[in-house]
């Protein structure tokens, strides 16, 4: 019975963010951090709030709202989070479980040491931003 | 015949607590004060939880000190004895009249005494030996069963703590012993000890073994963040093994290593690890293999009701109000309010674990379902002139503000029917769930594990955060505070 529930580094291991992870690594990391779950609606990073974390998507969806209007929708093995941790600010927008959430929370004070101590995903960190960089880019021209 | 003695018969209350540890017991009492109708059961024959039995080398890990600078039994003395029941005058502070005062935290003997006093003098009720054993969905409704028959209910409160042993997936794991199979630290003589795990239940048994056992190996893949430690629920009394280590003391280990398997080997144990914060393999050679791996919530079948989980599935995850974030109409109460995570500002969480902060938990939840079944509780009237020293002393002293921090706040709403003291409420409700304007005051820890009071207003809908500067001694009081509070209140009063 013990084996159907779900593990929580069987779910990391999943992600595309810790592909080049090993079973060791992806063990130390589920040790270091919290799962978090949310349900439906409810809020994880608030506007002009401060203190918050890096945020990496293992089931469901959350949204981005900026004033109300929802701007995005991640999914398993996207993040969000990032831009208030790297840059020290609080969040400019609201984000929130588009359905049922399970995410793996980072703060925002051990998100540096980590993404040194892991620069395999750091560096499929950048590759998202490029692309989410692109999609923008694309949607303004 | 037994029945008619018995309180709590089978029927159909508002509520039904199940389980008599600390968290049940706070519970129940909290619900009494509030005239809400509810029955406890308890498969246990006495009050105590999981008090009757852990720890198991007898020593708490929360401070009490029998004597403060503030009136033992007030709400002030209450940052001072972590491990007392919230109760009336007479009921509540009762740790410290069992202590020896041998440690400045109790023993597991005098917890329990206190707990069994509290249920006498604060006449909790108790339907003991009675055991859930399934549940049921009825419309708006729930039944229980039990091995006395069928409690109905509207609401369930589930305080039947985090005691299922939980062991990890690990190949061999049933060759080594969980922790609750501890045997006395003189069975571990001069025998070769690998522990499994990093956290409390490890290091307290690493700590009990130090005297006895030959050579003693702590591992498991996280590092001990000694940075850390103030958000940890890691005690620092029980770090001698760790301390030896990095000393290069000889015969105890600390290794940060994923566990690939336990073994048989040479008439004994082997435990074969990877390093996560070194690379290589290493094998450890035991004659006893403790797993410290911790403990899930004994769910029973309430996973089938639908209640989800957190933490490795380990325990249900919670709303504000302690009630299942998928499962409504079912709470819990005591260590399971753990599932319940706050904000989680700078990634601090709540004290949801222990005593010291669950029993908040279970007053916010007896109101929030006094609430729920229409029963109003008091909002004081607050004088305009009063309201800062008010908020300030609540940021200095509040026990609930300073233990569950970033997690509970006292509200304050504006209205112009005046100002009204809304109690203690979860931050992230109010932060969230919308409302009319208002004030909630918290105490806050950063990064670099300042402690600082905050103040969140809500105008027009709009929410601000406004945190204040530490003070060295926590002296929240002065003018300097008083006036930064005044002006970020002037736009709230003015409105």
Redesign the interface.
């Known amino acids: 019975m013990e084996q159907s529930r779900p593990d929580i580094v069987e779910s990391l291991a999943r992600l595309t963010l810790f592909a080049d992870l090993t079973q060791a690594q992806l063990e130390s990391i589920a040790h270091r951090f919290d799962e978090e779950v949310f349900a439906e609606g409810q809020r994880i990073l608030r506007t002009g709030l401060s203190g918050g974390g890096l945020y990496l998507i293992i089931d469901g969806e959350a949204l981005i709202r900026i004033n109300g209007q929802v701007r995005a929708r991640f999914g398993p093995g996207e993040f969000f989070g990032e831009i208030g941790v790297l840059l020290g600010e609080p969040p400019n927008a609201d984000v929130e479980a588009a359905t049922f959430l399970r995410c793996l929370e980072i703060p925002g004070a051990e998100v540096e040491p980590f993404l040194v101590e892991f620069p395999r995903v750091m560096y499929r960190m950048l590759q998202s931003e490029a692309r989410r960089l692109r999609t923008t880019t694309e949607w303004k021209t | 015949m037994e029945d008619v003695e018995r309180p709590f018969p089978p029927g159909h209350y508002d509520v039904v607590v199940v389980g008599s540890g600390p968290g049940g017991l706070q519970t129940s009492h909290c619900l009494s004060q509030l005239g809400v109708d509810h029955a406890v059961i308890s498969q246990d024959e006495a009050p105590g939880g999981m008090f009757r039995r852990f720890p198991i080398f007898e020593r708490l890990i929360s401070w009490t000190k029998p004597d403060a600078p503030v009136e033992r039994g007030s709400r002030e003395y209450e940052w001072y004895d972590h491990n007392s029941l919230l109760g009336d005058p007479g009921t509540g502070a009762l740790t410290p009249e069992f202590m020896d005062r041998s440690f400045d935290v109790p023993s597991r003997a005098e917890m329990e005494a206190a707990l069994v006093a509290f249920t006498e003098r604060a006449g909790v009720q108790v339907r003991y030996g009675c055991r859930w054993s399934g549940t049921r969905q009825d419309g708006d409704a729930f039944a229980l069963e039990t091995d006395h028959g069928e409690y109905r209910c509207r609401f369930a409160v589930f305080a039947i703590g985090v005691t299922q042993p939980w ?3 690990i190949r061999g794991s049933e060759l080594a012993t969980h922790y609750v199979g501890t045997r006395p630290a003189s069975n571990y003589r001069d025998k070769r000890v690998v522990i499994i795990g990093k956290r409390n239940s490890a290091f307290e048994v690493g700590n009990g073994l130090l005297p006895w056992a030959r050579e003693l190996v702590l591992v ?4 001990v ?1 000694l940075e850390l430690l103030p958000h940890s629920p890691l005690r620092l009394r029980y770090l001698q093994p760790y301390e030896e280590y990095v000393r290069g003391g000889a015969g105890t280990y600390v290794v ?3 566990i690939q398997q336990i073994e048989r080997a040479d008439g004994g144990l082997r435990v074969v690890a ?4 070194w690379p290589g393999r290493l094998e450890f050679d035991a004659d006893e293999v403790i797993l410290a791996t911790g403990f899930e919530a004994p769910l029973g079948d309430l996973r089938e009701l639908g209640v ?6 380990r325990i249900p ?1 919670l ?1 504000p109000f302690f009630e299942s ?2 499962a409504p109409g079912l709470f819990f109460a005591g260590n399971i309010t753990a599932g319940s ?1 706050g ?5 601090v ?1 709540p004290n949801s674990t222990s005593v010291n902060g669950f029993r908040y938990n279970a007053r916010v939840l007896a109101e929030h379902l006094a609430e729920r079944l229409g029963i109003e509780r008091p909002r004081p009237r607050l004088e305009r002139d009063d309201l800062v020293p008010f908020l300030l002393r609540e940021l200095s002293r509040a026990p609930e503000l300073w233990i569950q921090k970033t997690f509970l706040g006292r509200v304050v709403s504006v209205s112009e029917d005046g100002l009204r003291d809304e109690g203690i409420v979860p931050l992230e409700h109010f ?2 769930a919308g409302g009319g304007d208002a004030v909630c005051a918290a105490v ?1 820890m ?2 670099r594990t300042a402690i600082y009071p905050a103040l969140y207003v809500r105008r027009g809908g709009r ?3 406004h ?1 204040l500067p530490w003070h060295p001694v926590h002296a929240f009081e002065g003018h300097q505070y008083a006036q930064d509070v005044e002006a970020i209140l002037a736009p709230l009063l003015r409105s």
């Open positions: 062991t990890p997936p498991s893949p996280r590092p963040q940060n290593a994923a990877e390093g996560t914060t989800a989980t957190v933490l490795n599935d995850a709303s974030l998928s995570r904000i989680r500002k700078h990634g969480g932060l969230d806050e950063n990064p929410i601000t955060e945190e």
